[in-house]
Antibody, heavy 117, light 112 residues
Framework: EVKLVESGGGLVLPGASLKLSCIVS????????MRWVRQAPGKGLEFIGE????????NYAPSMKGRFTISRDNAKNTLYLQMSSVRSEDTATYYC??????????WGQGVMVTVSS | DVVLTQTPVAQPVTLGDQASISCRSS???????????LEWYLQKPGQSPQLLIY???NRFSGVPDRFIGSGSGSDFTLKISRVEPEDLGVYYC?????????FGGGTKLELK
């Protein structure tokens, strides 16, 4: 069974850093692109970025580039999202998803990040 | 960036009716390899998004055949025939042809 489980969210102060993790199981992690998507409360889905199977290439939404960094550890079956200089607009549920030419076919349950003083 | 415009924003339906959602792109979504990477997702209340359609018209495994994706270039449609209660939620189109990838704003399918 394919599973993706995000963790690392919570309440964080403006300007701080936070690292989210997504641990996967049930498939060969190193064969797939992986994607991060977020959703602010009551809003639509927003693409954050994605990473190639071997970690050699990443794509980001322009608004995230420079503050957010996606990485992966294929030996640990884990995807990461490093968030820095967070601001209130980063308050959202963050989802990881397995992606590829046939779409993002499996998603995690999401992890909530709240940026507030 | 590619802008995907979904209409309508909300679609009130009666169970058993057909629903239609439009997704228009600010530029062609035909990739240089000839494929068109336009996807549709459904997010049911309180749940993670789920993949319905990839490459315009291909249903993901387990998706009922009442979901039909169509279109080409920059104009795409998702039709849902005979709407059932489990079809209610917010539908999003997504393009994976151009960087950065982008979502449409969403269409809420709700009961009349």
């Amino acid at each position: 069974e394919v599973k993706l489980v995000e963790s690392g969210g919570g309440l964080v102060l403006p300007g701080a850093s936070l690292k989210l993790s997504c641990i996967v199981s049930g498939f060969t992690f190193s064969d797939y692109w992986m994607r991060w998507v977020r959703q602010a409360p009551g809003k639509g889905l927003e693409f954050i970025g994605e990473i190639k199977p071997d970690g050699s290439k990443t794509n980001y939404a322009p608004s995230m580039k420079g503050r957010f960094t996606i990485s992966r550890d294929n030996a640990k079956n884990t995807l990461y999202l490093q968030m820095s200089s967070v601001r209130s607009e980063d308050t959202a549920t963050y989802y990881c998803a397995r992606s590829g030419p046939l779409g993002a076919d499996y998603w995690g349950q999401g992890v909530m990040v709240t940026v507030s003083s | 960036d590619v802008v995907l415009t979904q209409t309508p924003v909300a679609q009130p339906v009666t169970l058993g009716d057909q629903a239609s959602i439009s997704c228009r792109s600010s530029q062609s979504l035909v990739h240089s390899n000839g494929n068109t990477y336009l996807e549709w997702y459904l997010q049911k209340p309180g749940q993670s998004p789920q993949l319905l359609i990839y490459k315009v018209s291909n249903r993901f495994s387990g998706v009922p055949d009442r979901f039909i994706g169509s279109g080409s270039g920059s104009d795409f449609t998702l039709k849902i025939s005979r709407v059932e209660p489990e079809d209610l939620g917010v539908y999003y189109c997504f393009q994976a042809t151009h960087d950065p990838r982008t979502f449409g704003g969403g269409t809420k399918l709700e009961l009349k």
